[in-house]
Nanobody
Framework: QVQLVESGGGLVQPGDSLRLSCAASGSIFTINAMGWYRQTPGKQREMVASISTHSTSHADSVKGRFTISRDNAKNTVYLQMNDLKSDDTAVYYC???????????????WGQGTQVTVSS
């Protein structure tokens, strides 16, 4: 089994910073890509940022403010969020694509979600 544990959400004011973390544990052979998504009520979940072995990608709405990174030794992905805006308010989910064994098919696993609220 694979577990993803997210942390770092909270209530902040516009312009503040937060860092989200998502640690994967359990039966992990190799992790391919990791990413962060967010969702607000009534809207589809949207990709915020993703990171593979050699590249990163950020949504246009967060470029220059958010930075995704990963620590392979800890099976952890981070999202550093700076200059937060009210539009960033959402539940943030991490996504990890991994294989549990050498022969297993790669699968996506989702974190439980962490609330980020930006309000004055």
């Amino acid at each position: 089994q694979v577990q993803l544990v997210e942390s770092g959400g909270g209530l902040v004011q516009p312009g503040d910073s937060l860092r989200l973390s998502c640690a994967a544990s359990g039966s992990i052979f190799t992790i391919n890509a990791m990413g962060w998504y967010r969702q607000t009520p009534g809207k589809q979940r949207e990709m915020v940022a993703s990171i593979s072995t050699h590249s990163t990608s950020h949504a246009d709405s967060v470029k220059g403010r958010f930075t995704i990174s990963r620590d392979n030794a800890k099976n952890t992905v981070y999202l550093q969020m700076n200059d937060l805006k009210s539009d960033d308010t959402a539940v943030y989910y991490c996504l990890v694509n991994l294989r549990t064994t050498r022969w297993a098919q790669a699968m996506d696993y989702w974190g439980q979600g962490t609330q980020v609220t930006v309000s004055s």
